[in-house]
């Protein structure tokens, strides 16, 4: 092979132009590998698909989940105000994500900055600190946010306020993180260079660092607002509030064209929130 | 008189362990023109930060006007910094922000915090920078962004900035190696300017020595963190040059206009025969 141009030259034979099967083996263990775990994951979820029913399916699905009642998403009847009915609360729900989402922004904003290794490093106590702040954010975010949901249920009751603590929780740590680590993209060239100056270090902020980060920070914000409405409906299936509570009481009725109007519902206005976010994002970068 | 900037075995070692500055001591009088030469990786960008203490010296001292800048601490190094301008390779302007505000950030030393926080710069201020940009030919662009301008334009604006401080001393790092010829000429010769006119010691780091001869009084010379050489350019031959650039090292004449390297560094022996037709410049 190609190593015989190292060896007419007395070079050393670079490890990848070595015996062939010094990178096989490599392959193959790791194919054998997957394989194996896959193997093992079949065996023990001992997948039972013996118990289907397409037909029942079929006629749940077509007969009933398709035919919305769109009384589920209009209707006056038995509700105290407009933001009962299914509508209502679809609105409600959105405006449970802005609110959590405002309120997360409102925490991750100054923690953001004591997480960023471009501002805080240089003196040991900051590097402390930066590194405390960044467990911190990565610690809220691993706890799932059904699960800060459930808390959030235990803390407040069944309702709107759980909800908005489940989403405002977990977002102070995913956009602490993703603030922090914009921060730490950015150019350090200004900041060099307006320390230079002799200005103190929250001038330098000011006038280095803040005007590199707005787009960046705008852009994060309404990809997490995307998220998070996306996920708000799924929040009432654990009692945190929104139509999500409604659909989950409406599926354990085995009422499908309610449920069917109400995930009609959710399914547009996550579309349409995918796509303004998508065009806002880009016509910001 | 002493001399305005005295550097006193100054040595840099990087964490890792790079000696990035070995022992290093120089004293530079007001009004010199000093260019900094050396090959990559020799210690001039170094040397300039540790000067205003951008990068923080292992030992030795830096004395700028009989203050000690190595133990100055908090608001009394901010007051040494300001007196010192610098400009950068990549110009390190805001580049989301206005010329006008680039050039407004080297007067950030002077200024209340409110005045910076509200984005409220002095009327006097605010002449000072018309006046800056004015000078180095800009003013038309005060409000445009500054990555809406070209390399040269933006440097200038770099020099209307640390003007902006009326500095005693200009560090300059490498000014024109991201410039084509005829423009690094032109920004030079602001520096020469401020020099003449303004009386602001320069020390300044290039690549050229075609430039190090036309613009410095006086050239220093660094290899492997030392200095190899310290006195006129024109003290500068073909031995000294082979001793600061090695003994491959070829100089070639440009002039401006002309687009080619100062050096051009022709592989010998075994590396010839790996890659004839490579043509290795140091310095990048
Ligand atoms: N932040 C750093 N951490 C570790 N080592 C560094 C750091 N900055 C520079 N060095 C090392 O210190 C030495 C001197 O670097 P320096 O940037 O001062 O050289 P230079 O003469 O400015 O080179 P160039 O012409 O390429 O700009 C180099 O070996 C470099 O790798
Ligand atoms: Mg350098």
Redo the contacts between chains.
């Keep these: 092979m190609s190593a015989k141009y190292f060896t007419a ?1 007395g070079l050393p034979v670079p490890a990848e132009l070595g015996p062939a099967w010094r990178t096989s083996w490599r392959r193959w263990t790791a194919i054998a590998a997957t394989l194996a775990v896959l193997a093992v994951g079949v065996r023990i979820t001992d997948i039972d698909t013996s118990r289907a029913n397409p037909e029942y399916a079929a006629q749940i699905v077509f007969g009933q989940l398709f035919r919305p009642d769109w009384n589920a998403l209009f209707s006056m009847e038995d509700v105290e105000s407009v933001w009962d009915t299914g509508l209502g609360l679809m609105v409600v729900t959105i405006m449970l994500a802005v609110v959590a989402t405002a309120a997360s922004i409102v925490l991750a904003l100054p923690f953001s900055f004591l997480g960023a290794r471009n501002i805080m490093s240089g003196h040991p106590v900051s590097l402390a600190v930066y590194s405390a702040v960044r467990l911190l954010f990565t610690i809220i975010r691993s706890i799932d946010i059904l699960i800060v949901g459930i808390i959030g249920v235990i803390l407040f009751s069944i309702g709107n306020a759980a909800g908005v603590f489940a989403i405002g929780f977990h977002n102070v740590g995913v956009l602490g993180k993703l603030y922090s680590e914009a921060i730490e993209n950015i ?1 350090q ?2 900041i ?9 270090r ?2 330098v902020i ?3 660092v803040l ?2 980060i ?2 960046p920070f705008i852009a994060l914000t309404i990809y997490r607002l995307d998220a998070n409405v996306r996920f708000a409906p799924i929040l009432g299936f654990v009692g945190a509030g929104g139509i999500g509570l409604v659909l989950f009481q409406n599926l354990q009725l085995l009422r499908y064209p309610q449920a069917g109007a109400i995930i009609l519902a959710i399914v547009i206005t996550v579309a349409a929130m995918d796509f303004f976010s998508a065009q806002i994002r880009k016509r910001l970068l | 008189m002493p001399p305005l900037l005295s550097l006193e075995h100054i040595v840099k070692v990087y964490p890792g362990g790079t000696r990035a500055l070995d022992d290093v001591s120089l004293q530079v009088e007001r009004g010199e023109f000093v260019v900094l030469i050396g090959l990559s990786g020799s210690g001039k960008s170094t040397l300039l930060r540790c000067i ?1 203490r ?1 990068v923080e010296p292992t030992s030795g001292r830096v004395v700028f006007d009989r203050t000690d800048v190595t133990a100055a601490r908090g ?1 009394e190094l ?9 400009i ?1 390779q ?8 206005s010329v006008l ?1 680039n050039a407004l ?7 209340p ?1 409110w005045r ?2 509200a984005g409220r710069p002095s009327r006097v201020d605010l002449e000072l920078a018309f006046a800056n940009l004015e000078r180095v030919g800009i003013l038309g662009k005060a409000f445009s962004r500054a990555d809406a301008l070209s390399g040269g334009q933006q440097q200038r604006v ?1 020099i209307a ?2 003007l ?2 009326r500095p005693d001393l200009m ?1 300059a790092d490498e000014p024109v190696a991201s410039l084509d010829p005829a423009t690094s000429h032109s920004v030079m010769r602001y520096l020469e300017e401020i020099n003449h006119a303004d009386g602001i010691t320069v020390i300044c780091s290039l690549h050229f020595l075609s430039l190090a001869r036309r613009y410095g009084t006086r050239v220093v010379a660094l290899k492997g963190g030392r200095v190899a050489y310290d006195g006129p350019p024109a003290g500068i031959d073909d031995g000294r040059f082979r001793e600061i650039y090695g003994e491959d090292a070829v100089e070639v004449e440009i002039g401006p206009g002309q687009d080619a390297p100062l050096l051009a560094k022709v592989p010998t022996g075994a590396e010839a ?2 890659a004839e037709h490579l043509i290795d410049i140091p310095d990048r």
């Excluded at chain 1, 060099?192 to 103190?200: D, R």
């Excluded at chain 2, 901010?78 to 610098?86: A, D, H, S, Y």
């Excluded at chain 2, 990549?90 to 922000?97: G, I």
């Design positions: 030259r150019d060239g200004p060099e260079a307006v320390t230079a100056t002799g200005a103190n929250l001038q000011w006038t280095a005007p590199q707005v787009t | 205003n951008l608001a901010r007051r040494i910094r300001r007196r010192m301008g610098m950068f990549q110009f390190n302007l805001v580049r989301r922000s505000h950030a080297g007067r950030l030393g002077y200024q915090l910076t926080l770099g900035r640390a902006m401080q560090l025969s790996a």
